[in-house]
């Protein structure tokens, strides 16, 4: 296929070449544009005795800040190749070799909903402590809100919202995305594509009345991802941990040559990836 070179030197695939990198370069642009503004008017509130609107600018700067950092991570940073494939074992023990998640975004996403649990419990303190009675009637809506907000690091601890990863195997592909988890055995598949809709993604395709497709959807609260409807792994590149070209490229070798997937949770796998031996 043509196609840009990557620095690894692998093929960029041309459905992603073109992708408005400029367009989100201009977005985290503005957002920090703000972010700077929000922290500029805290100072001049602080300084003129503002206490409670100061508070309010000082915490809304830090969740811009935080947006800011996770939109780079998703959008625009040059993530790791080889050296971030790591060997594992699945659930039924079976030796994996791993492609992780975003540890950035999935902290993120945890911080995020947190820190705004946190302010709305913070507001409603404020808003219980003012001397304007209309203000006092929001204690309660902020305080119900900061509850509602703290389902999230309630579905974390359950497990349900979990940071993904991609497990190869010599039977199959697994994926565990942020809320649901899906398998599909390599004598199953039928193409791996790539796709560009809210950036670049891999599609692990299958025929359309598949049965060996395995799949379950942990929780609809917080659902960040859901599952397609016919038997895909579709993997969205942007929430990886690793570089898109070099994840698309690893997962297509082993598509291509069924006698190397035997290596797949080896060290020999891993020394593959290294090289970027593809």
Do not use: C
């Not at 299958?206 to 049965?211: P, S, V, Y």
């Amino acid at each position: 296929m043509s196609g840009t070179r990557s620095s690894d030197h692998l093929t960029v695939p041309e459905a992603w070449a073109a992708g408005p990198a400029g367009r989100y370069r201009n977005a985290l642009a503005i957002l920090m544009l703000l972010t700077l503004a929000a922290a500029a008017i805290s100072v001049y509130l602080y300084t003129g005795g503002r206490w409670m609107a100061g508070t309010g600018a000082a915490w809304f700067t830090v969740l811009l800040a935080v947006f800011v950092y996770v939109g780079t991570d998703a959008r625009l940073r040059q993530k790791p190749t080889g050296s971030a494939v790591t060997t594992t074992v699945t659930a039924q023990g079976r030796p994996a070799t791993e492609l992780s998640y975003s540890a950035v975004q999935f902290s993120g996403y945890l911080f995020i909903l947190s820190w705004i649990a946190f302010g709305l419990f913070l507001f409603a303190v404020l808003a219980h402590e003012s001397d304007d009675s209309t203000v006092r009637n929001a204690t309660i809506p902020f305080a119900v809100a900061g509850v509602l907000i703290l389902t999230f690091p309630a579905v974390v601890a359950l497990g349900w919202f979990r940071r993904g990863r991609i497990l190869l195997t010599a039977e199959g592909i697994y994926q565990r995305g942020w809320t649901f988890e899906s398998f599909l055995p390599w004598s199953a598949i039928t193409s791996i594509q790539p796709y560009f809709l809210d950036g670049p993604e891999i599609w692990v395709a299958a025929g359309k009345n598949e049965r060996q497709w395995q799949r379950k959807q942990f929780t609809r609260w917080w659902r960040q991802d859901r599952l397609p409807a016919d038997p895909v792994l579709q993997v969205p590149a942007k929430n990886l941990g690793v570089d898109a070209t070099f994840a698309y490229h690893l997962l297509g070798y082993y598509y291509l040559h069924p006698a190397s997937r035997t290596e797949l949770g080896s060290t020999l796998a891993v020394d593959r990836a290294r090289q970027a031996n593809f």
